[in-house]
């Protein structure tokens, strides 16, 4: 993705820029976690990616590469033909992404089918396959199930399923586990992990949850009101984080102490201030406002991405000034 713009139409006039010239890349079965609070544009991101932006949403510069092809100026049959295929996309809500009157199995042998699979036995034959790889045992149930049948995290294993049918280069999961408790969070994270190392597919990983992320993603992407933040190799972004922002988040995170007198509560530190308004256009860093780390030229002055270590950039003036 090369410098991405995207802007949604407001009732009334104007525009939100949801995006503003992102820029990102994701090597063959790598996994990019991306980070960010609500509203930061996690969904826009995934939604542009395989143009499925709703009426009002328009990609406004910028082009995103798939093996080449540039999925931006691409035609209808293209796009059909990138979609599963090539990238695919697990939804964050896995009991609205399914349709409650068809049998899953019936669900993933559709997306074969859009693809040209046209024997339903071998179709049939393909989606047992495919649930080996997301399940343990019990294919023939799951195979046979309504989506209510199902827990919210076989079901999130059933979306995933569909995404990986057509052995796509690229899944991107919108926050897949955000409705499932930590175990279950735990077991599809993993899941993910040995998908990539088994199939080598990439994961583009969206989440608020910087906890999930040690042991799982390769690098993070901290996106703050539709800019890239932070980027680099997970290790250093979470311990050892360079944008001010990006480490006013993780201080956020909560942390259970304990005092030697007894159970004693900490407060919740949290990014004083709010993300600023989309629909007006930054002279400056967008975090200024909120930064306790200012400097007098942070109002006028937008911060290019500059490197702070091997694979690591950071969008603040202290570093590209
Ligand atoms: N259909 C839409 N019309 C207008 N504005 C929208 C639309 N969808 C999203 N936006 C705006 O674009 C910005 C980014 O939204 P987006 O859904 O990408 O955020 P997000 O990071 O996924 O947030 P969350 O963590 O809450 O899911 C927000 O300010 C949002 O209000
Ligand atoms: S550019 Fe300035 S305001 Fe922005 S994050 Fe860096 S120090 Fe803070
Ligand atoms: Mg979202």
Same mark, same amino acid.
Request: hydrophobic share 45%.
């Given at each position: 993705?090369?410098?991405?713009?995207?802007?949604?139409?407001?009732?009334?006039?104007?525009?939100?820029?949801?995006?503003? /010239?992102?820029?990102?890349? !994701?090597?063959?079965?790598?996994?990019?976690?991306?980070l960010?609070?609500?509203?930061?544009?996690?969904?826009? =991101?995934?939604?542009?990616?395989?143009?499925?932006?709703?009426?009002?949403?328009?990609?406004?510069?910028?082009?995103?590469?798939?093996?080449?092809?540039?999925?931006?100026?691409? &035609?209808?049959?293209?796009?059909?033909?990138?979609?599963?295929?090539?990238?695919?996309? @697990?939804?964050?809500?896995?009991?609205?992404?399914?349709?409650?009157?068809?049998?899953?199995?019936?669900?993933?042998?559709?997306?074969?089918?859009?693809?040209?699979?046209?024997?339903?036995?071998?179709?049939?034959?393909?989606?047992?396959?495919?649930?080996?790889? !997301? *399940?343990?045992? &019990?294919?023939?149930?799951?195979?046979?199930?309504?989506?209510?049948?199902?827990?919210? /995290?076989?079901?999130?294993? @059933?979306?995933?399923?569909?995404?990986?049918?057509?052995?796509?280069?690229?899944?991107?999961?919108?926050?897949?586990?955000?409705?499932?408790?930590?175990?279950?969070?735990?077991?599809?994270?993993?899941?993910?992990?040995?998908?990539?190392?088994?199939?080598?597919?990439?994961?583009?990983?969206?989440?608020?949850?910087p906890?999930?992320?040690?042991? *799982?993603?390769?690098?993070v992407?901290v996106?703050y009101?539709?800019? !890239?933040a932070e980027?680099g190799?997970?290790?250093?972004v979470l311990?050892?984080p360079r944008h001010p922002y990006t480490q006013a988040l993780l201080?956020?995170?909560?942390?259970?102490?304990?005092?030697?007198? /007894?159970?004693?509560?900490?407060?919740? #530190?949290?990014?004083? /201030?709010? %993300? %600023?308004? =989309?629909? @007006?256009?930054?002279?400056?860093?967008?975090?200024? #406002?909120?930064?306790?780390?200012?400097?007098?030229?942070? %109002?006028?002055?937008? #911060?290019?991405?500059?490197?702070?270590?091997?694979?690591?950039?950071v969008?603040c003036?202290?570093?590209?000034?």
């Open positions: 993705m090369r410098d991405l713009c995207v802007a949604y139409g407001r009732r009334g006039g104007g525009v939100w820029r949801a995006l503003s /010239g992102v820029s990102l890349g !994701v090597d063959a079965g790598e996994i990019l976690a991306v960010g609070e609500s509203g930061s544009g996690k969904s826009t =991101l995934a939604a542009a990616l395989l143009r499925l932006l709703p009426a009002n949403g328009r990609i406004t510069g910028g082009e995103i590469l798939l093996e080449g092809a540039d999925v931006v100026r691409m &035609d209808a049959v293209g796009l059909r033909r990138v979609r599963g295929s090539g990238v695919s996309i @697990v939804f964050q809500e896995p009991s609205l992404a399914l349709h409650p009157t068809i049998r899953v199995g019936e669900q993933i042998g559709e997306v074969l089918r859009a693809h040209g699979m046209r024997s339903k036995r071998e179709r049939g034959e393909r989606v047992r396959e495919i649930l080996a790889k !997301v *399940f343990t045992g &019990d294919v023939e149930r799951i195979f046979s199930s309504y989506p209510h049948e199902l827990s919210g /995290g076989q079901q999130q294993r @059933v979306l995933i399923a569909q995404a990986i049918a057509c052995e796509p280069a690229l899944v991107v999961a919108d926050e897949p586990t955000a409705s499932l408790d930590s175990t279950t969070q735990r077991e599809i994270l993993a899941l993910f992990r040995s998908l990539r190392d088994a199939l080598g597919i990439a994961f583009i990983f969206i989440t608020h949850n906890a999930l992320l040690a042991g *799982f993603a390769d690098r992407l996106l009101a539709g800019k !890239v980027v190799p997970t290790r250093e311990f050892s201080k956020c995170v909560p942390q259970v102490e304990y005092a030697s007198a /007894g159970r004693r509560k900490l407060p919740l #530190p949290v990014v004083a /201030g709010a %993300p %600023p308004s =989309l629909a @007006v256009l930054s002279q400056g860093c967008v975090f200024e #406002p909120r930064c306790e780390e200012r400097m007098e030229m942070c %109002p006028a002055r937008e #911060p290019a991405a500059a490197m702070v270590g091997a694979d690591h950039e969008s003036l202290k570093f590209s000034a």
